[in-house]
């Protein structure tokens, strides 16, 4: 930009030059996913880089102060509010919010992405508001954090349920909270200077004491904290210096802005991105193929933490036992209670039977008081059959009631029950668990 109003664009990769000249004078100007957006006081130009002779043009009411860009459409904010616009020019949404003071937003408190738009309130810099982008309208509860939050990022992979914000608040200190549900925020990193997004997956990437970590799925926090040690790849990076930004994250390159302004170039290895297009396809075979042919623990560890989000055990059975990590047998049973605590029992109880585990199968229908269910259970697989029994008799005694159950009368009738019998075929069945996790028998 010159001082006569003229842009010049310069295509590196083709050796083209273009100059765009403005009647006004240019306010503020944003380059970035094949797109130029430029501000004059009273209107907006969005040029795509295939075509710089025709832009789309809109005309504002009021001067802007701030632009924000994603893949699929932009954010503009002035006095009146944050409008959202795609690269068509066509206006989606307009946010307003009473109170909010928008010329005190910047591009670090302001995220935007497919579906969402997030920003930290500033006057209560704790918190952050979530907004959907096609109606303008708050999405869920305010998210409150600990500390005053420094910057968010809201992740452009996925859509709904997945979304998620990354967080950095004054301490330093990383975290991922869901977007949607204001009660799951977990801890990245500490001592974290810049962090970003990858622009096709759901990688990130962070400055943190001289090195840069990629996060390569970093929704591991939410699914087995354990792992996520295991899921980050880290290269030594002192020559970004104090003050270093990320300023991009594309496929495996990132580029760092060192404090004096120049570019830092730095190549991520490549398989992670191929570890997520197996998985965004379902390819579990596939995914596994690669993880053998790469040999790294961290690839592992991500497939692992993918497979067990997305319940695919027998994936997450290879990936566990090639990392030297957690049981099969105690994953299937946490897996079972992950379901009964998110109030899917029906999906806790074929995780069971899945896996061959009757007797934890029949222990949690008790656990619900679905006794016929566990007596059918117990039935079918010939097993345990005294141990509903015995559970309902102490059950009834607890209570000061009588059987009433013509099937459970009929088969009290026929087994008889006896306490130490019981306890001695439950502690079989823990310790065949523990014998199987350890891999010396088979699943019991």
């Not at 066509?90 to 969402?116: F, P, V, W």
């Not at 859509?159 to 608040?169: F, N, P, Q, V, Y």
């Not at 459970?408 to 019998?421: C, I, L, Y």
């Amino acid at each position: 930009l010159d001082e006569n109003n003229t842009i010049t664009v310069v295509d590196i990769l083709n050796e083209t030059k273009e100059e765009l000249d403005f009647r006004d004078r240019v306010t503020d100007m944003s380059l970035a996913h094949g797109a130029l957006v430029v501000n004059t006081n009273s209107q907006c130009f969005v040029y795509q880089s295939t075509n710089w002779n025709t832009p789309h043009v809109e005309d504002l009411k009021e001067p802007p102060m701030l632009i924000v860009q994603c893949p699929h459409h932009f954010a503009l904010v002035d006095a009146i509010g944050i409008q959202i616009i795609n690269y068509e020019g066509r206006q989606l949404s307009t946010i307003k919010m009473s109170g909010l003071r928008y010329e005190h937003l910047n591009h670090q408190t302001l995220s935007i992405c497919r579906d969402a738009v997030a920003l930290v309130d500033p006057s209560q810099p704790k918190q952050i508001r979530v907004f959907d982008v096609f109606t303008g309208r708050a999405m869920g509860n305010p998210i409150m954090h600990k500390l005053d939050i420094i910057r968010i990022s809201l992740n452009q992979h996925g859509s709904g349920s997945d979304r998620k914000i990354a967080i950095l608040d004054k301490n330093k200190d990383l975290y991922l909270t869901q977007a949607l549900q204001a009660d799951k925020t977990e801890k990245l990193g500490a001592m974290v200077d810049a962090f970003m997004w990858n622009d096709s997956t759901d990688m990130l990437v962070a400055l943190m004491d001289e090195k840069l970590v990629n996060f390569i799925y970093p929704t591991v926090v939410f699914v087995d904290k354990d792992l996520l040690p295991k899921t980050q790849q880290a290269k030594t990076c002192a020559d970004a210096g104090k003050y270093a930004q990320i300023v991009a994250f594309y496929g495996s390159n990132c580029t760092i802005r060192k404090a004096d302004g120049s570019d830092l170039a730095m190549v991520l290895t490549p398989y992670p991105q191929l570890l997520y297009q197996h998985f965004e396809k379902g390819q579990w075979e596939q995914a596994v193929r690669l993880c053998r042919y790469v040999k790294t623990p961290e690839l592992w560890a991500s497939l692992a933490a993918m497979a067990i989000h997305q319940r695919a055990l027998d994936t997450v059975e290879i990936a566990l036992a090639a990392i030297e990590e957690v049981d099969k047998v105690q994953f299937v049973l946490r897996s079972a209670e992950l379901a009964l605590f998110c109030k899917r029992p029906d999906e806790a109880l074929n995780i069971l039977l899945q896996n061959r585990r009757i007797y934890r199968a029949i222990k949690m229908n008790i656990r619900l008081h679905r006794w016929n269910d566990a007596l059918e259970l117990a039935k079918k697989h010939q097993t345990h059959v005294d141990t509903v029994l015995a559970y309902r008799q102490q059950h009834l005694q607890q209570m000061k009631h009588v059987e009433t159950n013509d099937d459970f009368k009929h088969w009290a009738a026929e087994v008889p029950v006896d306490w130490e019998t019981v306890k001695r075929k439950i502690a079989l069945e823990k310790d065949q668990e523990i014998r199987a996790a350890n891999g010396e028998v088979g699943g019991g």
